[in-house]
């Protein structure tokens, strides 16, 4: 599975941003793909996840309300919609597969590179 991650960019609190994520390779529509962040502990956080199927999608309850997962089939891409962005979302984003529904970034086996987000006033 190949991913590729985009739309990250400079934005102001307050207002949006939407993050791409393009999939690629033989099996990649039997995966999850979840969007991960860095912290400034240099660890990964989870974010969302939406399984590829359908049928699950999760949130971390930082973003619940603000950020939406979603996914379109024809066009192989996975969304996160961010709004209402704030100064603590300022962190590089990364998608990434795995096999089972989780929010453990140590289950993800594939992983795209980062796209940076900054909300600056």
């Known amino acids: 599975v190949q ?3 985009s ?3 400079l934005v102001q609190p ?3 941003l939407t993050l791409s994520c393009a999939a690629s390779g033989r099996t990649y529509r039997k995966y999850v ?3 991960f962040r860095r912290t400034s502990g240099k660890q990964r956080e989870f974010v969302a996840a939406i399984k590829w199927g359908g049928g699950v999608i999760d949130y971390a309850d930082s973003v619940t309300g603000r950020f939406t997962i979603s996914r379109d089939n024809a066009k192989n891409e996975v969304y996160l919609q961010m ?5 603590e979302d300022t962190v590089l984003y990364y998608c990434a597969a795995s096999t089972i529904a ?3 970034s140590d289950s ?3 992983w795209g590179q980062g ?3 900054t909300v600056s006033s």
């Open 14 to 16: 307050g207002g949006s």
């Open 83 to 87: 709004n209402n962005l704030e100064l």
């Open 33 to 35: 793909l979840g969007w």
């Open 3 to 5: 991913l590729q991650a």
């Open 108 to 110: 993800y086996d594939y």
């Open 7 to 9: 739309g990250g960019g």
């Open 115 to 117: 796209t940076q987000v």
């Open 102 to 104: 989780t929010r453990r």
